[in-house]
């Protein structure tokens, strides 16, 4: 068959061995620690543009449906990570659903996210850089090469380093959510919430000035309070004891989340006003600055830890792109050079080159338009994620499943629902944005098609899962 293995090609005795990750190197609290690292820059820059398209209320509606939709994908992605423990994470379980197919296409559009969203993040970092008058910098792309040269050199050094390393900055972050909340909490003012002027949209009121669909329009702004966390089952390979640490860490990371959101999205645009904090570039230091009375020791310290929030996310998900590489290449779907680990079982080029195009991007500087083009590709996945997850209910009821989803299917079936009304807010927030992300995924599907499903691997891993769970599927 033409999709099937090419194990002689490149794929000898010595294939695998020179592709090992480090086993045993995280527990669940480091896993659920880099769930939350994922996101938490989110909690502090990128999430507030979605109030100039839904006003506070319209965003609020979306962070709502969207916390729904995380919560029970999270869910699904914990059975299906207990079931099939492996560095591809959603690719993984889609190619044992859906075939290579549509095993490449998640892994794709995994990669397209995780490609794009640092780069998003590391506009931001400059503009808290440039904020702070940190080392007299006034050009954000030197800030955006020194993230990617001295970050990705922390990941070259090995997994448990680098986890044990984001733990401790996602945590520094989580204290500075904290701090903001105690000023927050002090300088909050309900009327502030809805102080944009209805529009003449259908549905315009004060609470949605932008009507309904405005709620729709900010479905990709709220996400930025989530996005990635569903990166945490890439580490599965480098887990101990993953059936259990995966679905744990996701699960907690999701809560804690949840929680942070809600605590943002109300008292940053009670402090300050949803119309001007529309427009910050720093908008939970704007908040405290505009709502205390002028800057503070608070504002101050939330600005720097804000910086290490922002880092923290940055730093994550390089492991993240760099193991869904990783995993994509060692099966054949991408160059097989890709996924070379050093001494130190770090896959060097799956490191670097996600990060040049990544530092691309970010030169740009339009971190707006940067976040829904990884939202494109990250809803995009949770669609077919969500979909791999009804096809293996379904086809392969007598996989080992040590965690199991409440609720099943349906649970699944509604973040499914929603994420594809995620997908086509993308394109009701920037259609070229959006067009562009399509265009960069179709490449990707296009380098399959034509070269390498015909060059796969058949002793990886997610190959040998779903060899696997298809002989079982032929006894039944």
């Known amino acids: 068959m033409a999709d099937q293995v090419d194990s002689t090609r490149g794929a000898g005795s010595d294939y695998l061995a020179a592709r090992q990750l480090k086993a045993g190197s995280a527990s669940w609290v480091l896993l659920a620690g880099l769930g939350v690292a994922y996101v938490v820059s989110g909690d502090y820059a990128g999430w507030h543009f979605g109030l100039a ?242 800057p503070s020791w608070l504002s101050t310290t939330v600005n720097y830890i804000g910086l290490l929030g922002l880092v923290a996310s940055f730093f994550s998900i390089i492991y993240a792109y760099s193991r869904q590489t990783f995993a994509l290449s060692r099966a054949g779907y991408l160059p097989r050079a890709l996924s070379k680990t050093n001494r130190r079982k770090a896959p060097t080029l799956a490191l670097v080159v996600p990060a040049i195009i990544g530092f691309v991007l970010a030169a740009t500087g339009n971190g707006d338009i940067l976040i829904n083009l990884a939202v494109f590709g990250a809803t995009l996945s949770y669609v077919l994620m969500m979909v791999a997850h009804q096809v293996l209910r379904a086809r392969h009821p007598e996989l080992e499943r040590p965690y199991r989803t409440p609720g099943g299917r349906i649970t699944t079936g509604v973040a499914l629902v929603l994420a594809l009304a995620a997908v086509v807010a993308t394109f009701l927030v920037d259609v070229v944005a959006a067009l562009c992300a399509l265009g960069a995924f179709a490449v990707l599907m296009a380098w399959f098609g034509f070269y390498s499903r015909h060059h796969l691997v058949a002793a990886a891993p997610d190959e040998e899962f779903a060899a696997l769970a298809k002989a079982e599927e032929e006894l039944e």
């Open 53 to 294: 398209q839904g006003g506070w209320g319209g965003l609020a509606v979306a962070a709502v449906l969207m916390a729904v939709m995380y919560t029970c994908m999270v869910l699904g992605l914990a059975e299906m990570s207990s079931a099939l423990p492996a560095a591809g994470g959603g690719y993984t379980f889609a190619r044992v659903a859906m075939g290579p197919w549509g095993g490449f296409a998640t892994g794709a559009a995994i990669l397209l996210e995780y490609a794009v969203a640092p780069a998003a993040i590391a506009t931001f970092i400059g503009g808290y850089v440039e904020s702070l008058g940190l080392f007299g910098i006034t050009d954000g792309w030197w800030v955006y090469l020194a993230c990617y040269v001295i970050f990705v050199g922390i990941h070259l050094l090995g997994v448990g380093e680098a986890l044990k390393a984001c733990f401790v900055i996602a945590a520094i972050a989580m204290v500075g959510l904290v701090l903001f909340a105690i000023g927050g909490i002090a300088a909050f003012d309900a009327a502030n919430l809805f102080d944009i002027a209805p529009t003449d949209a259908a549905g315009a009121s004060p609470f949605l000035p932008f009507g309904i669909v405005g709620v729709w329009a900010s479905f990709p702004f709220a996400i930025w309070f989530f996005l990635a966390v569903e990166g945490v089952p890439l580490a599965a390979e480098e887990a101990r004891d993953p059936v259990r640490a995966v679905p744990r860490g996701i699960i907690v990371a999701m809560a804690v989340l949840v929680v942070s959101a809600t605590a943002v999205l109300l008292l940053a645009p009670g402090a300050q006003g949803a119309q001007a904090l529309s427009e910050s570039e720093n908008p939970l230091v704007s908040a405290l600055e505009v709502g205390l009375g002028g």
